[in-house]
């Protein structure tokens, strides 16, 4: 088990740029989770899948925000026409649905707009 | 709209004493975790509760869980200066069907001084 895996762990881009993030989480999760948290404040939902299926998205995934996970294994996230209002840390969590293991997460990517 | 509200936000202690951290959460939820938080790091988990009247224990650390007063805690029993962190409640969003996504509360910064 080696843990969720997120790259890169530090962006820093200009406003107007495209990133893209990616996330690798534990082998046999089923769940793929994504969370943005700010600071001084707790994680904040964004959207999650269910093997290649994205089941759910935040009202706070606006439509520069996209996610996939093709494969049902790795997944994306890419925020277009970035602004100084998305840096924050991205995390992903991963677990395995039915199993009432809690979300594992991995370190995060910090994102800052100059 | 599930919301969870964490007292106290910040808690600055004396090594040895006890504490207990509150956590809130407004409509009825089955799963509720607690994980930890270090300075630039990522979250880990502490305890899964899973049920009204739970009770887990970890080293100094003990969480509950009152499903019906919508209610849990997260006692600390003589503090050390290794438990110094940011510790957060969160609340699963799917009551009665398989895990949804989390919803957090704002963190308890736990400083524990000698």
């Known amino acids: 088990d080696t843990g969720v895996s997120q790259d890169p762990r530090h962006k820093i881009t200009k406003r107007g740029q495209n990133v893209t993030f990616r996330c690798d989480p534990i082998?046999?999760?089923?769940?793929l989770y994504w969370y943005r948290q700010t600071l001084g404040q707790g994680p904040e939902f964004l959207t999650y899948f269910q093997n290649e299926a994205q089941l759910e998205k935040s009202r706070l995934l606006s439509d520069r925000f996209s996610a996939e996970r093709p494969k049902g294994s790795f997944s994306t996230l890419e925020i277009q026409r970035t602004e100084q209002g998305d840096s924050a840390m991205y995390l992903c969590?991963?677990?395995?649905?039915?199993?009432?293991?809690?979300?594992?997460f991995g370190d995060g990517t910090r994102l800052s707009i100059l | 709209e599930l919301k969870v509200e964490q007292n106290p936000l910040f808690l600055s202690m004396q090594e040895g004493k006890n504490y207990t951290i509150y956590c809130n959460y407004s409509?009825?939820?089955?799963?509720l975790y607690w994980y930890r938080q270090d300075p630039g790091k990522s979250l880990e988990s502490l305890f899964v509760?899973?049920?009204?009247?739970a009770v887990k224990q970890e080293g100094r650390l003990m969480a509950s869980l009152d499903t019906k007063a919508r209610l849990s805690t997260l006692h600390i029993t003589a503090a050390v200066h290794d438990l110094s962190a940011t510790y957060f409640c969160?609340?699963?969003?799917?009551?009665?069907?398989?895990?949804?996504?989390?919803?957090f509360g704002k963190g308890t910064k736990l400083s524990v001084k000698p």
């Open positions: 969590a991963s677990t395995l649905q039915g199993s009432n293991q809690p979300q594992h």
């Open positions: 509760l899973l049920s009204n009247g």
């Open positions: 082998s046999e999760h089923n769940r």
């Open positions: 969160a609340v699963d969003s799917n009551y009665g069907g398989s895990q949804g996504n989390l919803i």
């Open positions: 409509t009825t939820s089955d799963r």
